[in-house]
């Protein structure tokens, strides 16, 4: 089992509709990113947290450290939105840990007009 | 400073043959991490720096593989007699880190073919 795990896979929505994605993952962790991937490859960093909740425009981003979980919600979503989102975590602990962060293997999101 | 930037962007080669990729962060981040992605997959944990120092490698970083930041400015990936294997997409990020961790940037990856 993978140690962090993203659902749905993919996702296909309409213009407008909100949308979440779901990470989960089994390890103790220092900070959870999510992360945009377009088409070619080009990675962005959309939000890195620890602990409650961050809201950057249309984006929201919602951790639980209890119950190892984050949330990506997207309000009124557009097709510009259309990319791979990514999960990672940075493992808790020191030494050789500090530079290991551990992704999912992403979902893809369609957003059709 | 435009951000993190990796050169070259594409790079077909035949196997057996040498490839390096480069990698140049934004100026003052301390922090350089090299990821490999392959199709439809989330990206690898290969190595990172601090500075100019190599502080850990993963498995996945075979005898092959090669990583150096000697001014702790830019970083070079190395991969010798390279194998079909080795076709995947090279990620370079990079990140400012004192007592908090700091946001990742990342480059817009190298991407390898091995024929």
Known sequence: KNEVEQSPQNLTAQEGEFITINCSYSVGISALHWLQQHPGGGIVSLFMLSSGKKKHGRLIATINIQEKHSSLHITASHPRDSAVYICAVKKKGGGGSQGNLIFGKGTKLSVKP | ?115
Request: proline share 3%; hydrophobic share 30%.
């Open chain 2, 1 to 115: 400073d435009t951000g993190v930037s990796q050169d070259p962007r594409h790079k077909i080669t035949k196997r057996g043959q040498n490839v390096t990729f480069r990698c140049d962060p934004i100026s003052e981040h301390n922090r350089l991490y090299w990821y490999r992605q392959t199709l439809g997959q989330g990206p690898e944990f290969l190595t990172y720096f601090q500075n100019e120092a190599q502080l850990e490698k993963s498995r996945l970083l075979s005898d092959r593989f090669s990583a150096e930041r000697p001014k702790g400015s830019f970083s070079t990936l190395e991969i010798q007699r390279t194998e079909q294997g080795d076709s995947a997409m090279y990620l370079c990020a990079s990140s400012f880190d004192r007592v908090v961790t700091g946001e990742l940037f990342f480059g817009e990856g190298s991407r390898l073919t091995v024929l």
